[in-house]
């Protein structure tokens, strides 16, 4: 799984990106051998009451085909990329389930 990050107008410093790495590992780690590259893009905005804000989507690419998208706000850099990677942890297990339902086997026994 490899973190790939995008800063817009955002600077980011060496030991963030690796709370960033840490934190993506923490968070997605059981999902390493379905990850391909997590896309990651960092931009300053400003909220509704004036405030400055920080914008981070996320993009997961996944094995063998398909993504997940991500976006979420926050004051610092490292939360609003921890609020963005949990809505993804939470779409992948909502997948998960879904495809286990959907492919799960029904048994008949005959008699």
């Known amino acids: 799984m490899q973190l790939k990050i995008v800063q817009f107008d955002v600077q980011i410093s060496e030991d963030q990106v690796k709370r960033l790495n840490e934190t993506l590992s ?12 997590v896309n990651t893009s960092f931009k300053n905005d400003i909220d509704q009451f004036g405030q400055k804000i920080i914008q981070c989507s996320v993009v997961i690419d996944l094995l063998p085909d398909g993504s997940t998208t991500t976006s979420n706000t926050a004051i ?7 609020n963005s990677i949990s ?25």
């Open 26 to 37: 923490m968070q997605l780690g059981r999902y390493t051998q379905i990850i391909e590259i």
């Open 87 to 111: 809505r993804a942890k939470r779409q992948l297990d909502r997948q998960r389930r879904s495809s286990k339902r959907q492919f799960s086997p029904t048994y008949t026994i005959n008699k």
């Open 76 to 82: 610092t850099i490292e939360d609003a990329f921890y």
